[in-house]
Each structure stands twice: as C-alpha cells, then as structure tokens.
C-alpha cells in the first residue's frame, strides 16, 4: 500500500498551534518510518484550504482516483480540507474505498468510519460554528433595530413561540403581566420600600419560581428594569422597545426616587412609621429614629419612647435641629388632618358630585400643545436620520446616533404625556377624587392603621415635608388645600347644606370645582 505525505500551512494562519511546513513534512516522514509506510510522494500546499482549488490537493485527488496509491499521512485532518467541496472529495474516496487509510499522529482514518466525524475532523465544524455565530448576531442586531429585545423576556413577558424566526415578539404574560404590573402601582401609590412592596407581593401577589416564592434578588431586578416603561437595554445602549409597556417612563423615574430613598436608610430598623419621610429643615438631611427605653419606676415596667431627630449627614453645616418624640410629630399631622376633615356625608355628596361631573365632557387643552411638540420632533428626528445617512465621520456618527436616541425618548415621554392627558380628561376629577378619599377616615387610619397607611396618610397630604425647631411644614396638595378652605367655609356659616345644582362647572378649574360643590 502506497502513501502521499501532504503538507499544507497558509499565509493566513498564524497561529502557532499549526506546525510549519517543515515540522510537519519532518514529523510525518518521521511516523512513515515507525509504521513502516511506502510513501511516494510528498504534496506541500502553501494555500489557505477555505475555497477549493488547490494545486497539489488537486493533484493528490487525481492519482487517488486513479487507484495507484490509497493512503495519504497529514498531520490532521483540516490539513486536507476545510471547505465542503474537498471535504466532499475526501469523504467520497474514503467510501469509494479509493482511500484505505488516512494517517495522522493521533488517529487512523478508515472508509467504515462515521463521516460527520470526519467531517467534524475537517475542521468545518468550526467554520459552521463562526457562521452561526455570525448570523445569530446579525439577527439580534436586525431585532434589536426591529424593537425586539432579542433575549429572554423579563418576568411579566413572554418571547412569541410559533411565530416565523426573527419576527418573534414580546408579549405581555397573561399570567404575570398584570401582577407585575399591580406591584408597579402599588409601588408607585403608596411609595413603598423595597421590603414593604416584598411583602406586599408576598402576601398579595405571589409571584412563584419553580414552586417557590420568587427570591428578593429577581423580585429587586424587576424594579430596576427599564424593560417595564418600553425601553431596553442592549449592547451598551438604550433602545426603544416595540413591547407593550407597563408604566410610563416618567413611573419608572419615579418609582426609581422611591427606591433611591429607601437604599439610604435601609440598614436601619423598618419599625418606625414615619422615618425618611421628613427632611430637617435646619442642613436638609434626612429625618430618622430611634427608640429609648426607659424603666417606670411606679409601674415596674419597661417602656420605649420613640424619638425623631435628624441624621446630621450634611457635614458643611453644623446642624441644630433638636431630637424631637414621636408624640409630637403626630400631634402635628393629627391637627394638619383634623383641618381638612369634612364630615363623611359631606365627602360622599362630593364625590357623587363628581360622578356626575365626570359625565360631561371637557375640551382638550393640553393634546394639541403636545401634537405639535411631537411633530415638531418628528421633523428633527426625520432630518438626523438623513444627517446619518450621508455622516461617514465616525464621531459626527456618534453624536448624531445620540441625538436621535435623546429625541426618541422625547417623543416617547410625550407621547406618554398625550395618553395621561386623554386619560384624564376621562376623569378631570381624578386628584380631587383621591383627596376625598383619602380625607374620608384619614384620622382614624393615621390612629389605627397599618404602618404602610399611616404613611400613606401623611404622603396623600402633601409634599416636601420638612422638620425645623420640631414644627412641621409641608406643601399641601392642590386639592388638599382645596379641601381646607371648604372647611374653613363650613365653618365660617357660609355653608348652605341645601345645594343647588352646580352649573357651568366644567369651565371651573377643580380647585373651584370643590369650593363650589361645598360652598354652594
Ligand atoms: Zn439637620
């Protein structure tokens, strides 16, 4: 049985990991010797083997053909052939019983042996690997330019099965997306902490994972997510997504405040009502706790007092807001509420007032303003894109893939702006309505409610709550304050219980609105 040696190394390969044309020539003469080989000929190609037509493989293949000589000794098999047509060629001859035997240090190569094996020897399974490698790329690349996250879809989503490759979508989970989305709300609404909206889940909404309770980390991810307000992010950078959002961007702002503020004081103990509501007046730091025991004498028992006092972490400026007890704090909210506390009857009157109101129809003021925002950003969007098109500097590239990047997110806040305001124009009362509610058992909820309604209570209030020389400000609500002057009518004698039916009250801006329905 006669054998060829064959040769190859190309220009292109530099990797050391292939031996020289030399080594290669050298070793395998030298394993000829030790097995006794007849070898005939030696065939050196110096060509890269990625497209066919190679000089001496051409060659080797013909006399192969011819029968004279059935072996061939390489150093591995990707030395023959890494393009199908010669991998093609090889296996044929294999079969044929053309090539009895194919010698590399390693391995002998019979005719009975598995052919994707030898084609996996080839090295074409590397090539197939990159390709896919490739074109997974470019698909992700045209998803992601599509608005298709082109990952697993987070908790709450689904990614489309069945659908044809590369137009798979992300649908919201009947199953999940309006869980998600009710601990979105309540996040948003009551202003949790992280662990107040676990718990809240917990009890409320459990979310399982492999039969059990979805753990702190991923439930944490979710909330971090621009995923839920239409956006993702891939590759470095911000897209907007084609998927069905769950809140608006500015909520998703939001809802990251709520949970800034919550990572300052999260070390410290979660019993206190009212911690990290306030801010001192005095530096602007934050207001926290802090619990005292002390021992009574007369009834032989311990007792705690809680204190508020201000966390000094400004350093600049040498704070002087004294500590101050809980007591007094709450005295202050219980007087704030107890001005506004209208009578229960007189708050459902209003809030059927309302209802009635709601039915009637109000122009819509702020949509054109905000139509004409979009369009005037959807002309700037149109004028960079084509600015895009015909930039080949790389840097004025940049810039300007940035400048569409912030005028797309312009236009998704706004376009979240023009469904609020035909949302509200649904319910115009929408502030007012949630004020009542929220004033009607105010003073008992602050008294006996649970931790996460108390601070409800004195977050519906108002804003900006601020301690300074133990006394507490804050900035009431629109409505709130709407509210109090209702009250002070009341109780000035102003207050007609018989009510005439108010009229023309859709041009009234709902401050008026609420004066009117209890003034009379
Ligand atoms: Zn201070």
């Given at each position: 049985?006669?054998?060829f040696?064959?040769?190859?190394?190309?220009?292109?390969?530099?990797?050391?990991?292939?031996?020289?044309?030399?080594?290669?020539?050298?070793?395998?003469?030298?394993?000829?010797?030790?097995?006794?080989?007849?070898?005939v000929d030696?065939i050196?190609?110096?060509?890269?083997?990625?497209?066919?037509?190679?000089?001496?493989?051409?060659k080797m293949i013909e006399q192969l053909q011819a029968g004279e000589v059935?072996?061939?000794?390489?150093?591995?098999?990707?030395?023959?052939?890494?393009?199908?047509?010669?991998?093609?060629?090889?296996?044929?001859?294999?079969?044929?019983?053309?090539?009895?035997?194919?010698?590399?240090?390693?391995?002998?190569?019979?005719?009975?042996?598995?052919?994707?094996?030898?084609?996996?020897?080839?090295?074409?399974?590397?090539?197939?690997?990159?390709?896919?490698?490739?074109?997974?790329?470019?698909?992700?690349?045209?998803?992601?330019?599509?608005?298709?996250?082109?990952?697993?879809?987070?908790?709450?989503?689904?990614?489309?099965?069945?659908?044809?490759?590369?137009?798979?979508?992300?649908?919201?989970?009947?199953?999940?997306?309006?869980?998600?989305?009710?601990?979105?709300?309540?996040?948003?609404?009551?202003?949790?902490?992280?662990?107040?909206?676990?718990?809240?889940?917990?009890?409320?909404?459990?979310?399982?994972?492999?039969?059990?309770?979805?753990?702190?980390?991923?439930?944490?991810?979710?909330?971090?997510?621009?995923?839920?307000?239409?956006?993702?992010?891939?590759?470095?950078?911000?897209?907007?997504?084609?998927?069905?959002?769950?809140?608006?961007?500015?909520?998703?702002?939001?809802?990251?405040?709520?949970?800034?503020?919550?990572?300052?004081?999260?070390?410290?103990?979660?019993?206190?009502?009212?911690?990290?509501?306030?801010?001192?007046?005095?530096?602007?730091?934050?207001?926290?706790?802090?619990?005292?025991?002390?021992?009574?004498?007369?009834?032989?028992?311990?007792?705690?007092?809680?204190?508020?006092?201000?966390?000094?972490?400004?350093?600049?400026?040498?704070?002087?807001?004294?500590?101050?007890?809980?007591?007094?704090?709450?005295?202050?909210?219980?007087?704030?509420?107890?001005?506004?506390?209208?009578?229960?009857?007189?708050?459902?009157?209003?809030?059927?007032?309302?209802?009635?109101?709601?039915?009637?129809?109000?122009?819509?003021?702020?949509?054109?303003?905000?139509?004409?925002?979009?369009?005037?950003?959807?002309?700037?969007?149109?004028?960079?894109?084509?600015?895009?098109?015909?930039?080949?500097?790389?840097?004025?590239?940049?810039?300007?893939?940035?400048?569409?990047?912030?005028?797309?997110?312009?236009?998704?806040?706004?376009?979240?702006?023009?469904?609020?305001?035909?949302?509200?124009?649904?319910?115009?009362?929408?502030?007012?309505?949630?004020?009542?509610?929220?004033?009607?058992?105010?003073?008992?909820?602050?008294?006996?409610?649970?931790?996460?309604?108390?601070?409800?209570?004195?977050?519906?209030?108002?804003?900006?709550?601020?301690?300074?020389?133990?006394?507490?400000?804050?900035?009431?609500?629109?409505?709130?304050?709407?509210?109090?002057?209702?009250?002070?009518?009341?109780?000035?004698?102003?207050?007609?219980?018989?009510?005439?039916?108010?009229?023309?009250?859709?041009?009234?801006?709902?401050?008026?609105?609420?004066?009117?329905?209890?003034?009379?």
């Amino acid at each position: 049985m006669k054998y060829f040696i064959y040769c190859r190394k190309s220009s292109e390969e530099k990797s050391r990991q292939i031996q020289s044309i030399d080594d290669q020539k050298r070793e395998l003469t030298l394993l000829a010797k030790q097995k006794g080989l007849e070898v005939v000929d030696i065939i050196i190609d110096e060509k890269s083997a990625k497209k066919p037509g190679r000089k001496g493989f051409t060659k080797m293949i013909e006399q192969l053909q011819a029968g004279e000589v059935t072996g061939i000794l390489c150093w591995k098999l990707d030395r023959l052939a890494r393009n199908p047509v010669d991998g093609g060629s090889i296996t044929w001859l294999l079969q044929e019983g053309k090539i009895e035997e194919i010698v590399t240090p390693d391995k002998t190569f019979y005719p009975n042996d598995n052919v994707l094996l030898i084609g996996i020897e080839f090295g074409m399974a590397n090539q197939y690997i990159r390709d896919l490698s490739k074109n997974v790329k470019r698909g992700m690349k045209s998803k992601v330019e599509k608005g298709w996250l082109p990952t697993r879809a987070p908790l709450g989503y689904l990614n489309e099965v069945g659908a044809e490759k590369g137009t798979k979508r992300i649908l919201p989970d009947p199953d999940t997306f309006t869980v998600v989305k009710s601990l979105w709300k309540r996040l948003l609404k009551d202003k949790l902490k992280f662990a107040e909206l676990y718990r809240v889940m917990e009890s409320e909404f459990p979310i399982f994972r492999k039969s059990s309770i979805l753990a702190s980390s991923s439930f944490y991810k979710i909330f971090h997510n621009p995923f839920y307000a239409g956006l993702f992010k891939w590759g470095g950078e911000i897209h907007i997504g084609s998927h069905k959002p769950m809140i608006t961007l500015k909520e998703f702002e939001e809802a990251q405040e709520i949970l800034k503020e919550e990572v300052q004081i999260r070390h410290t103990d979660l019993q206190f009502d009212l911690k990290g509501i306030f801010r001192c007046g005095v530096c602007n730091a934050q207001i926290t706790a802090e619990r005292h025991t002390k021992f009574n004498k007369e009834s032989q028992q311990e007792k705690s007092y809680d204190y508020y006092k201000c966390t000094r972490r400004k350093k600049c400026i040498k704070c002087t807001e004294p500590t101050v007890s809980k007591k007094i704090l709450e005295n202050q909210i219980l007087e704030f509420i107890e001005e506004v506390n209208i009578p229960d009857e007189i708050i459902e009157f209003g809030l059927s007032e309302l209802e009635i109101m709601r039915k009637s129809d109000v122009e819509p003021v702020k949509d054109k303003a905000i139509k004409k925002e979009i369009e005037h950003i959807d002309r700037q969007l149109k004028n960079a894109m084509n600015l895009l098109l015909n930039e080949d500097d790389q840097i004025l590239q940049k810039m300007t893939k940035d400048k569409i990047l912030e005028l797309k997110l312009s236009r998704k806040r706004l376009a979240e702006e023009l469904e609020l305001a035909i949302q509200e124009r649904k319910d115009p009362y929408a502030d007012i309505r949630n004020s009542l509610e929220l004033i009607k058992g105010a003073k008992y909820t602050f008294l006996n409610g649970s931790k996460e309604l108390k601070r409800k209570v004195v977050r519906g209030l108002g804003s900006n709550w601020t301690l300074k020389a133990k006394k507490l400000y804050f900035k009431p609500y629109f409505t709130i304050s709407a509210l109090q002057s209702t009250k002070e009518l009341l109780e000035g004698g102003n207050f007609r219980f018989e009510l005439n039916k108010p009229q023309d009250i859709n041009k009234k801006l709902p401050s008026e609105a609420v004066s009117f329905v209890w003034s009379g």
